[in-house]
């Protein structure tokens, strides 16, 4: 499977994954201080069982347009950056079943996090609500990038069980 990558009608970045893994593209807009412009990034990323691979477009403005196509297996460009997976701290649990067993406790501990905010729009003030939703939605996101993906890339098997526990959309 394929990815390219393009923005604003420039080069076309293209990256692949060779066989069993995942493959996404992630577009990243940094929100600066008031009076400084906002910037951005476009990346392809290939997670596969003992490596990442990455293929970074050109950088991002506002107003820019970012195509995206998704192709049959072929051939893919250089990776701007490739990092061994036992060079890399983003793959966690050796073993899948405790790879599965995480994923169930994350799935539980969404649900207590929901219950929190649903308790809390009608329990709290509004605008204490509010700051219970943020720092709610501030542990999800966390939950995602330090336990969630890590150990989605490194077992991409389980891609599936993390959607159907709602942990990925």
Known sequence: MQLTLRVNNGNTVTGAVGGKGVLGVSITVFAPAAGNEPTGKAVIRAFESSKVSEWRADDLSIGDKVEIHLLPDGEADS?????????????????????????????VCNEQLQGILRTAKYAEPHDEALKIQTAVANVVRHLGTHLIMPTVKRHPELVSEAKELGLLD
Request: charged share 10%; glycine share 4%.
């Open 79 to 107: 990776p701007t950056s490739t990092v061994q997976g036992s060079d890399a701290p983003m793959f966690l649990f050796s073993d899948p079943s405790h790879a599965r067993n995480v994923l169930a406790a994350l799935h």
